[in-house]
Every structure is written in structure tokens, then in C-alpha cells.
């Protein structure tokens, strides 16, 4: 699929720079080489050229390469004019290229051209904006794995597993006069087993993915006093709760985004868990309750001086990581700690003094995916993981349809809507609306 449009934008950021680029993508380019350069470039050469405006008079000099179609990041023709990076000598140059028949670029439609023209799918093309925006190491090496097609080979292993389920069904259904038992079969209902256990394994690493990229969302509860709101003020660095003696303090939600070593982490400082009459703090308690169970990890926090109960006293998700943080530790004379318990990892700490709070640090990391070697890892988005949620739902289902009712036709059809959902995460289906929000998201450009 090829736009008739030429388009034109400035790839590098604003402001003055030793280098500045302008991207060109269009059937109009080489017309556009032509008047600006006087000359078409050879393929993939770097040439130096002066770049001239209508007149013939000299606007700048610099570097001109040109990429013919198919063989671009487009799939079209495309020129690159690597000039000086003064925000004026650009805005000359670029104004030029417009003149001579190219329109300025909408955010991300070099990548949405590459999409359309089958140069990458949907998946690596939002690896390229979470490469531009990744905030730390570990994450840019993710978003070059998504990049080179690490996680959609993935998604596409199981969609082709699921094609192959969805044929054999379907002319079983077809061709009843084959009599083929496709129900009474045990390798159907293995195979379709072990569909849904690859797909369990995408769905955690892409989990782990999202973690990466969006960062993770760390719930702090606990009795009141047990130093919630001091714990948040000393992994933000800054005083962002009121820390009392009184009980109750903190009534509403306080959230904070911080990063460790570049991942982002998003706390959020909650009511103390109590019975109350106060109106208002029972609202925050509500509101706590409501947040721990959308948690990606929950921060209890317990007063080590003061004796607790064996077990947690609240009903919590056993889907959802707990770290127990036995806070004020110097009131003991004890040392900082971290032990691994079978539902739960507990790290004593003092927030007061900052005692502990690298193991805390070091075990959000592991819980975020960092690793030193990044081996495995690739960078996803929530929307992944809706559509590998759609997917399994719907495997499951026909596991049900197949195994309690024999019912091979309804089979059929959750495995249609499994293989649409999945098609979603790397573009083979998608609606145009969701391919607008994605790539106005992206940067001028790109």
C-alpha cells in the first residue's frame, strides 16, 4: 500500500544542534533531490551538496543520502538532508522541500508508512517509540528486541499454532462424511493444552514487558504509624506526605512516579487499615482496598517493635506480589535484612534512617524484570496484554466446549476470536482508530 502524499518533517529535536536532519518520504522525492540538490543521489551514497532554494542561492551544505523504494525505512523513496542543526537554517531548508511539492509529516507517519507498506508490524512499530522514550538501559535493550521482531515472532508462532487447530476443526466440521473423530482424538485436546501454556508464558513475559516500559504500580499499606508515608518520602526524596504521630494522618490516596536506575515506579501512599467512625477516613480506606487490588506489588508495612499477627489481616490476592517491609528496625537494634518466605518476601528496614531501602530498591527491580545480561526480555504495552488476556479467555472456553460438550463447532469459534485478538497485537487486524491514537503518540519525524 502506497500514499500519494510526500511528506517532510525535521527527525532531529528542537533547538541548535552541531547536526540537524530532514526526512523526505514520497513519490515526489527525487523531483524534490532535484530542485534542492540539483541531482538525484545515488543509491545509499552519502554526498556532500550545497542545498539551494528556488532562486539557486545557497541555504546550507551538508550531506544528502537517498534511499530508492522498496529497499527504505518507508518502503518508499526516501532523502535525508543532514545539514547544520540551527532551528533557521532548518526551517529554510525545510521550507524548500515543501515548496517543491512535499507536506509537513503528521506525528509518527514515517513509521505509520512503514506499517501500511509492510516493512515492520504494529508490535515493532511501537518498539520505536519505546526505544526513542526508554528511560533506562535495560529498557532500550527491550525496545530493540521488539524492534527486530523478538516478541512478534512469538505472537505469530502461536497464531500459526492456532491456524493449524482452527484447519483441522474446521473440515472436520466441513467433511463429516470423512468421519474423522477429531473430538475423540486425545492429540486435539493436548495440543489445544499446550496452546493455552505457550500462551500463559507470553502473557507473563509480556507482563514483564509492560512492567518495563510503563512502569510498576506499588501499593503501601499497613496499620497507621507504621511508617507508610515516611517509607514514600524517602524513595521519592522529597516530602511529599505529612508524617505525624497522630493516627490517620493520610486519609486520601498520595501517588508518586519515581524511578530506580531509570525504571519508573509508581507509589502510592494509602489510609492506615483500621476500624474508624471518621467518615472521611473510611472513604480512604475504601480507596485503598479498591487500589491494592489493581497492584502490580503491595507494599505492607509493618512496626517491628510492636508484635504482629502470623498472617496478613486482610484478604489479598495471591496473584499479586507482596513484599512485608518491617519498618523501624533501629528501635531494636536490629540490622537491615531480606528473607524469602513461601507467599511473601519480608525486608526489614528504617525509612527513618534509610536503613534497608537498596533491598527494597534491588527486589522492585527483580520484580520490574531488570536483569544485567537483558537476556529474553522485550519491550510491551498494555494493549498486548488486553489482547493475549482476549485470547486466552477465549482458548479456554472452547477447552470447556470441547472437553465437558463435545461441542466442536463452538470450539471453532473461540478459536477464530483468539486468532483475531492476537492478530491485533501485530496489525494484521486492526481498527483505523486505534492505528491513529497509536501513532499520533509518536513524535514529529519518525
Given amino acids: 500500500m502506497l500514499v500519494n502524499e510526500t511528506i517532510a518533517a525535521i527527525a532531529t529535536p528542537s533547538g541548535r544542534g552541531g547536526i540537524g536532519i530532514i526526512r523526505v518520504s514520497g513519490r515526489e522525492v527525487r523531483a524534490i533531490a532535484q530542485a534542492i540538490l540539483g541531482q538525484v543521489p545515488k543509491a545509499r551514497e552519502a554526498v556532500y551538496l550545497p542545498f539551494r532554494d528556488s532562486l539557486g542561492r545557497t541555504l546550507d551544505q551538508g550531506i544528502a543520502l537517498f534511499f530508492p523504494a522498496p529497499s527504505s525505512f518507508t518502503g518508499e523513496d526516501v532523502l535525508e538532508l543532514q545539514g547544520h542543526g540551527g532551528p533557521v537554517i532548518l526551517d529554510c531548508v525545510l521550507r524548500e522541500v515543501l515548496a517543491a511539492g512535499a507536506r509537513l509529516a503528521r506525528p509518527g507517519e514515517f513509521s505509520e508508512r512503514a506499517f501500511l507498506n509492510d516493512k515492520i508490524d504494529l508490535a515493532q512499530a511501537e518498539a520505536i517509540a519505546d526505544l526513542i522514550d526508554a528511560s533506562s538501559e535495560q529498557a532500550a535493550r527491550s525496545a530493540l528486541r521488539s524492534l527486530q521482531g523478538e516478541f512478534s515472532r512469538q505472537v505469530q508462532a502461536n497464531v500459526a499454532e492456532l491456524i493449524r487447530l482452527r484447519i483441522y476443526i474446521e473440515a472436520a466440521i466441513d467433511f463429516p462424511a470423512e468421519e474423522i473423530d477429531f473430538i475423540g482424538e486425545s492429540t486435539v485436546v493436548s495440543d489445544l493444552q499446550a496452546l493455552i501454556y505457550s500462551l500463559e508464558s507470553l502473557r507473563s513475559s509480556t507482563h514483564q514487558g509492560a512492567l518495563l516500559r510503563e512502569g510498576m504500580t506499588a501499593v503501601i499499606v499497613g496499620k497507621p504509624n507504621a511508617g507508610k508515608s515516611s517509607l514514600l518520602n524517602k524513595l521519592s526524596g522529597r516530602d511529599a506526605a505529612i508524617v505525624t504521630d497522630i493516627p490517620g494522618a493520610t486519609r486520601d490516596l498520595l501517588r508518586e512516579l519515581i524511578h530506580i536506575d531509570g525504571l519508573p515506579l509508581h507509589i502510592i501512599d494509602t489510609a492506615g487499615l483500621r476500624e474508624t467512625e471518621d467518615a472521611i477516613e473510611q472513604e480512604g480506606i475504601r480507596r485503598t482496598r479498591a487500589d491494592m487490588a489493581q497492584a502490580d506489588v503491595i507494599l505492607w508495612i509493618t512496626d517491628a517493635s510492636i508484635p504482629q499477627p502470623a498472617a496478613f489481616d486482610v484478604e489479598l490476592n495471591k496473584n499479586i506480589p507482596i513484599i512485608l517491609i518491617k519498618n523501624k528496625i533501629d528501635l531494636l537494634n536490629e540490622l537491615p535484612g531480606k528473607r524469602v518466605r513461601a507467599d511473601y518476601t519480608e ?49 479456554r472456553m472452547g477447552y470447556q466446549q470441547l472437553s465437558i460438550h463435545g461441542a466442536g463447532e463452538l470450539l471453532a469459534e473461540d478459536l477464530r476470536h483468539a486468532q483475531s485478538a492476537l492478530n491485533q497485537i501485530t496489525g494484521e487486524f486492526t481498527a483505523d482508530d486505534l492505528l491513529g491514537k497509536i501513532f499520533s503518540s509518536f513524535c514529529i519525524g519518525k
Fill in 347 to 395: 525486608i526489614a528496614i528504617s525509612a527513618k534512617f534509610q536503613q534497608g531501602l537498596d533491598l527494597l530498591r534491588d527486589h522492585l527491580k527483580q520484580l520490574i524484570g531488570f536483569n544485567a545480561s537483558c537476556e529474553g526480555n522485550f519491550i510491551a504495552r498494555r494493549r498486548h496484554l488486553i489482547a493475549i488476556d482476549n485470547a486466552l479467555h477465549h482458548l
